[in-house]
């Protein structure tokens, strides 16, 4: 280039259409509008003060108290309800009183004194209520539960976690197991292990296991439990008891209750929870003082370690709460307006219907429709990941029929880079990688899964015959699953990952430290793999030497810890008895059936957020219960939707697209700009475009073709079959690796090699002046200008040129030295402004 | 900048002093607990050789405070020229103490400390007991009943019950303190037995304890005799305290030593063939030498690097060598103290080892239950030193399987034809002392800490969780009896030993407190206590005979 021409391309690079240096830098490190008001740093939350309103009735949380056994208690809160609608916690203002002498109070935890029926009252001025409770085995001696009271106690006061005893080789030689997740070794550890040092059986308090955390001596881990806090007191009699050991028979949390599930609450408003949970012998039990919470979102509501709740900010997050392997969350709602928001908002379908009530809840007011030329470019892009070609945008933008957007949905849908698209991403959840499949393993898994998009395989029946592969992995597309790991554990991994978005690896080794999934799960669900081989062949098969899957008549997974056989057991349901056929038939008929709760809503969020740019769930691929869903009936929707038209995946998109949510703008608008993170979808969450989407819309504007090795060319950057085709602008964009099996493998996030590649590589300028490339051939053919500046718009922005735009770049044209040179910069400029680089 | 600052704050603090302070803060009183919380788990007496995790300064004693080697930390009367306090106050985070925290000391702390020194740095009271300010309670406030199977199954007429069934004593008596030593004598018919906080001799020949020794410093971890069988050696103490060893006279039962200096409590003792000597292993990390003429300490090994569970001399005692947590097992010169080899490649901790009494071979295992037999010919290595003859010194012999949990602790008989072994398993193995192969295999089910053979032999007992010595016959794998004792109460001695047919001998305060039940039903006790309180029977089936069971026509 010129010296001159660099002069212009400064110019160009400040006129204001593009503003591209500046905005591809700060536009990468977040949303689109940076204007948004920023809540970091101080947040010194006010308590909000009680409704002015009159108060109308109270409600006391439990509604009945069952205290059972000696060292029963209650935590109690009592809600109040006011005039105006509101709710507020009064637990810590009212006046609370036990009727009768079976129970007594202290602050608001009731303990059973002797058996017999009772009552606790609260009163708010004047107003008041009351719940009964009932003392069973008061004075019975219960002596002190290893597994279920001990381990609670020492998980709320930290000492397995990971920094402390529950570190690979413990701390100061004593070694708990992560979270107490293995009662049988942590008792071990205490009360046998170097000939019970750590415990005095016949004289408690003589036991390090009481002197160190309550610093009667020196203790890394300082204070844990005060000594004669009711922690230290319950240790103590669990000694004095004679230190019971866990048994099998010990019952197990099966689950949790929250008390209240939710609530709306306004900044600095305060909640007390109370968590109980229900044992498998089904006792319910008030564990509010050993539960453990965080808040997922510390921004906006925080939590004490006593399960004291504050509303920092606007917006909604969850606490979440764990207990002894069961974990739970409640909802704190803050609306962002206090007035109740209006807005005009016809609903195109139940999408709608459900992200509008829970705008209306929050305070949310949508973002207007896109534009038509918006729309088309957005349909191409997530549908096809291609731009659309000026005549399909002249034509959609000249139709006038009211219903064009839901005919160029139906369109696109039919077109072929709708197989090659979805290809690309199928090939990246099932890593299709050369390197690790081999090129004919590797073809053979791309030409099946093109294949099965062709006909539009319904998603169950695509699942099942991955899962249920065997033979050659030249031969068999779908064996090559198999090679996604090599034991039964890393095809659980994957499965579970893939099919039901359920991370479960922690649980290999431990239970996981955030949901319900333990090793039983794992090694159950592993257990479906367990007869599953795979053997290298010579002879066999047409081309020779490749992986053969096939079915061993025996084999089992042993349970690491317990060294028991484990029998097939899918999650949250009770072990397949085994008859000698094929696990993995059993293991594909309850994964797809229509009633498996994660299946459909695991597919259900990851194409809604392939489409709208966020999932529900974020992220796409890790649906737990403390990690919920930001509109869950929403999800719910959509994964019945999904179920009730079996499987059938274009009619998910087609409901997606056609829903008015998606078609909105992606202007902040004053209603939305308060949803940072647009996770409740008002409008349009803008994102760069894909690895390959870019590398193809590069092509496409300049007119010119990447060749890629061992491909003919002509073959687009969707159409790759294999992660291991060399490609270094691909690679900078983030494309995945195909290495681990995760959605985040996929990169969008800035970085300054792919920044640097765009502005300044040669690749970009190359294929700008390249002969016979957009440019060349358009001065070749000597079209008008006003026509070229149109063209270049349209293969890049996908719509006209505005007449100012027009205008500018004519100018610009015929001030330089030739209009080709401008024309080549005008496409640089445009390639590098914000409405080519994003999908919006 | 950060100098003013701390000096600003000083001057502050001293305007308090003088403003608020009734009686001046004592190093016990108010000073030791500040540094409990804050200070000692680094800057302790056990850690002053760890340079780099105490910096060689102690602050858990009011002497190591305040006579710190190195560089007084405190100067009595002058707060701002002690570098205890202006390590507290300084601004750089990266400087001040304590170490790893963002948040300095809390100012009262500081204030405290400060106002400490300026009023002289006074000891005041040192406390008495070391868990400070805990009184031990001399016994739980509930207990839990104890209850011994026997297999006398008197006729139901005689218990007034439609259904027979096998007699158990109950005692109200729980929980029993786990047996952690057990000792025989080597020429007398006696068994020491450890426990927290008591050594209970029995006399096997009378059925019946010798004596009740209580002068120990708390957990007992370890017992030995000399090898002329004058001294008994007892090692324990307060875990994660201190520890010590207590040597007992045979004849009197005479505490005529207390060998301290362990930081830790002592597991293992070893007297060294001549029984002049004592080898100890201690949770401190080190294995100490000791003189039991002077009774000092000769030497500290410290070439381990975690908990030291089992230290042995070899039958020339020339070489001492120890298991430790470290997974290693080592070899030291005996007068030297020098490593002269470490056995390796183990997984996981080393609890015990035995030596044979050839010297040339050498067990061990640990929380990897496999027994490892290792070549120990030192001579082998003066040998190949000189570059004569070939050795396998160091080299493991076989790895013998066997127990499926961690084995506590290994015993060869004085011939070296018998080897015993105790594990969390709940039995007790026994192995042919020559070549290692499995003889007999004790299930008990309890954890099984202790195990000791008799010299002759003829008889293993075995202690563990479930705080009772059982005592087996090893040709044939019998169990002969059950030796249970307990603190005194008022005086009185409380101890009960019984056979499993259901003969048993018992103090009278205990005797006292026996319920007996078939099939959970409490039974009358005086016609069964009749026919069962038979000493006689008891010590014939001590002595290995066989006696006929009881309520026979």
Redesign the interface.
């Known amino acids: 280039m010129t010296i001159q021409s660099w002069h212009d391309l400064l110019r160009w690079a400040h006129w204001k259409l593009t503003g591209a240096l500046v905005l591809w830098m700060v536009s990468l490190g977040g949303p689109v509008n940076a204007n948004e008001p920023t809540s970091s740093g101080v947040r010194n939350t006010p308590q909000a003060s009680p409704p002015a309103s009159p108060l109308i009735r109270l409600e006391i949380l439990p509604r009945e108290i069952l205290l059972d056994g000696p060292r029963a208690r209650q935590e109690v809160v009592v809600l109040g309800y006011h005039q105006d609608g509101r709710v507020w916690d009064w637990t810590r203002q009212a006046q609370w009183a036990a009727v009768g002498p079976q129970i007594r109070l202290e602050k608001t935890t009731v303990y059973p004194v002797s058996d017999g029926q009772s009552a606790v009252r609260a009163e708010v001025g004047g107003v008041s209520a009351q719940v009964p409770v009932q003392v069973r085995r008061a004075r019975a001696e219960v002596p002190v539960g290893f597994k279920t009271e001990i381990i609670p106690l020492l998980n709320k006061l930290g000492c397995n976690q990971g920094a402390c005893h529950g570190a690979q080789y413990g701390r100061g030689g004593f070694k708990l197991s992560l979270l107490g997740f293995d009662p049988s070794y942590d008792y071990g550890e205490i009360v046998r292990s170097a000939e019970g040092r750590r415990v005095v059986l016949s004289d408690p308090e003589r036991s390090i296991l009481l002197g160190k955390p309550s610093l009667q001596m020196e203790h890394g881990g300082g204070e844990r439990l005060p000594r004669g806090s009711w922690e230290y007191q319950l240790l103590k009699a669990w000694l004095e008891d004679g230190a019971p050991a866990p048994t099998p028979q010990d019952p197990e949390v099966v689950r949790l209750e929250i008390l209240p599930a939710g609530r709306s609450m306004k900044p600095g408003e305060l909640q007390q929870l109370i968590v109980r949970a229900v044992w498998s012998d089904g006792r319910v039990e008030d564990v509010t003082a050993t539960a453990q919470y965080d808040s997922l979102n510390d921004g906006l509501a925080r939590v004490t370690a006593n399960g004291l709740v504050q509303c920092l900010e606007k917006g909604e997050t969850y606490i979440m709460v764990r207990f002894c392997g069961q974990a739970g969350v409640f909802q704190v709602t803050s609306p962002f307006t206090e007035q109740p928001v209006s807005f005009e908002f016809q609903p195109h379908n139940y999408i709608d219907e459900l992200l509008a009530k829970k705008w209306r809840s929050l305070g949310l007011t949508p973002s207007p429709l896109c534009s038509d030329a918006e729309f088309l470019r957005r349909i191409y892009l997530d549908t096809l990941g291609t731009l659309p070609t000026p005549e399909e945008i002249r034509a959609f933008l000249a139709d006038t029929s009211p219903d064009k957007r839901q005919k160029a949905i139906d369109r696109v849908l039919q077109r072929p880079e709708y197989v090659d698209f979805w290809a690309l991403k199928w090939g990246d959840l099932l890593r299709n990688n050369s390197d690790i499949l081999q090129a004919k393993g590797m073809w053979s898994l791309h030409n099946w899964i093109r294949a099965s998009l062709r006909d539009n395989k319904p998603l169950d029946q695509f699942v099942r015959e991955l899962i249920t592969a065997q033979g050659s992995t030249y031969a068999e597309g779908p064996a090559n699953f198999y090679r996604l790991g090599r034991t039964a554990g890393e095809w659980a991994e994957v499965t579970s990952q893939v099919f039901l978005g359920i991370r479960v690896q922690c649980a290999q080794c431990h239970h996981h430290p955030f949901e319900k999934w333990s090793q039983d799960d794992y090694w159950g669900f592993a257990a479906f793999f367990a007869r599953v081989a795979t053997k290298n062949s010579q002879e066999y098969g047409l081309f020779g030497r490749e992986t053969v899957v096939y079915l061993r008549p025996v084999g089992e997974v042993i349970h690491p810890r317990r060294g028991s056989v484990m029998a097939p057991k899918p999650f949250d349901s009770p072990p397949i008895a085994d008859d000698g056929t094929d696990r993995r038939q059993k293991l594909a008929e309850w994964l797809t059936a229509p009633q498996n709760p994660y299946f459909a809503r695991n597919f259900a969020n990851r194409f809604w957020g392939y489409f709208m740019g966020r999932g529900l769930v974020e992220p796409l691929d890790d649906l737990r219960a403390t990690n919920p869903p930001t509109n869950p009936e929403l999800l719910d929707a959509l994964a019945k939707d999904l179920v009730e038209h079996r499987f059938d995946v274009k009619h998910l998109m087609r409901r997606i697209m056609n829903s008015r949510a998606y078609q909105l703008s992606a202007e902040v608008t004053p209603g939305n700009v308060v949803d940072k993170d647009n996770v409740y979808f008002a409008r349009r969450t803008v994102r760069r475009l894909t690895a390959e989407q870019l590398a193809d819309a590069l092509d496409y504007a300049t007119g010119t073709q990447t060749k890629y090795q061992g491909l003919p060319l002509g073959t687009r950057a969707i159409q790759l079959p294999d992660s291991s085709v060399p490609s270094y602008l691909l690679d900078v964009l983030g494309r995945p690796p195909r290495v681990v099996t995760c959605e985040c493998e996929r990169s969008l996030s800035p970085n300054l090699a792919a920044a640097l590649h765009l502005l300044n590589g040669d690749v970009v300028n190359q294929k700008i002046r390249q002969a016979g490339g957009r440019i060349d051939r358009l001065f070749q053919q000597k079209k008008p200008l006003p026509e070229i500046v149109e063209e270049l718009y349209l293969v890049t922005l996908c719509r006209p040129p505005s007449a100012e735009e027009m205008q500018a770049a004519l100018h610009e044209m015929k001030q330089a030295p030739e209009p080709r040179l401008a024309a080549e910069d005008l496409l640089w400029s445009l390639l590098n402004s914000r409405g080519f680089l994003f999908n919006y | 900048m950060a100098r003013i600052g701390c000096w600003w704050l000083l001057v502050c603090l001293s305007g308090t002093v003088v403003a608020q302070t009734p009686a001046p803060p004592t190093f016990w009183n108010d000073i030791r ?1 500040i540094f ?2 804050h200070c ?2 680094c800057h ?1 007496t056990r850690n002053l050789q760890e340079v780099d995790v105490s910096g060689g300064l102690a602050l ?1 004693s009011f002497e190591a405070t305040l006579k710190n080697p190195k560089k007084p930390v405190v100067i009595p009367g002058k707060s701002k020229e002690s570098l205890l306090v202006q390590l507290l106050v300084i601004q750089d985070p990266d400087r001040r103490m304590p170490k790893g925290s963002s948040q300095p000391l809390p100012k009262e702390a500081i204030e405290t400390i400060a106002r400490w020194i300026d009023s002289g740095a006074p000891e005041g009271q040192r406390p008495a007991d070391p ?4 009184n ?2 001399p ?4 207990h ?1 009943d104890v209850v011994l199977r026997t297999n006398a199954t008197p006729p139901a007429n005689l218990i007034k019950l439609a259904k027979p069934g096998p007699i158990e004593m109950v005692l109200p008596v ?5 047996v ?1 030593a057990l000792r025989f004598h080597p020429t007398r018919p006696l068994l020491a037995v450890g ?3 008591r050594v209970t001799v029995w006399d096997l020949a009378q059925a019946q304890p010798l004596r009740l020794l209580t002068n120990v410093l ?2 007992v ?1 370890d017992l030995r005799f000399s090898p002329d069988g004058s001294l008994l050696a007892a090692a324990g103490g ?4 201190k520890g010590d060893i207590r040597v007992y006279r045979t004849d009197s039962w005479e505490l005529v030593a207390v060998l301290r200096g362990h930081d830790d ?1 002592v ?1 293992s003792v070893a007297f060294s063939p001549d029984g002049k000597r004592l080898a100890s292993a201690s ?1 401190d990390k080190t294995v100490r030498l000791w003189n039991l003429q002077t009774q000092q300490c000769e030497g500290t090994i410290t070439g381990h690097s ?2 030291v ?1 089992a230290v042995a001399f070899s039958p020339d005692g020339k070489w001492l060598a120890s298991a430790s ?1 470290d997974r290693s097992v080592k070899l030291f010169d005996a007068t030297t103290g020098k490593s002269l080899v470490t056995f390796s490649g183990m997984n996981q901790d080393v609890l015990a080892l035995a030596i044979h009494p050839d010297g040339k071979q050498l067990v061990s295992a640990g929380m990897e239950p496999a027994l490892i037999w290792w070549s120990a010919d030192i001579t082998g290595t003066a040998a190949q030193r000189a570059g004569t003859t070939e050795s396998s010194f160091g080299q493991r012999i076989r790895n013998q399987g066997g127990h499926g949990g961690a084995v ?1 602790e290994l015993v060869f008989t004085p011939d070296g034809r018998l080897l015993a072994s105790a594990s ?1 398993d709940g039995t007790v193995r026994l192995w042919n002392g020559q070549n290692g192969q499995p003889l007999q295999t004790i299930n008990i089910g309890s ?1 099984q ?1 202790a195990v000791a053979l008799r010299p002759d032999g003829g008889q293993v007992a075995a202690g563990g ?1 479930d705080g009772l010595v059982r005592i087996f016959d090893t040709k044939s794998n019998r169990l002969l009896a059950y030796l249970l004792a307990l ?1 005194e109460e008022n005086g009185q001695p409380r101890w009960l030993v019984y056979a499993p047919e259901g003969y048993f001998h018992a103090s009278p305060a205990t005797l006292a407190q026996v319920k007996y039940r078939v099939l959970l039903q409490e039974v009358e006790g005086q016609s069964v206590s009749a026919a069962l309180l038979q000493p006689d029977r008891v010590r014939q089936a001590l002595a290995g005979l066989n006696v006929p069971p009881p309520f026979a026509k």
Do not use: C
């Open positions: 607990p409990r919380r000692t788990v302790s858990d868990i400070a300010g805990v031990p309670s016994r739980p406030a509930r839990l729980g929980p029993l303190a786990p952690t426990q927290y906080g708390g957990a971890n307060q875990p994660s305290f409590s597991f949770f975690d908990f569970y947590k506590q969390a954890v800490y969780f603190p």
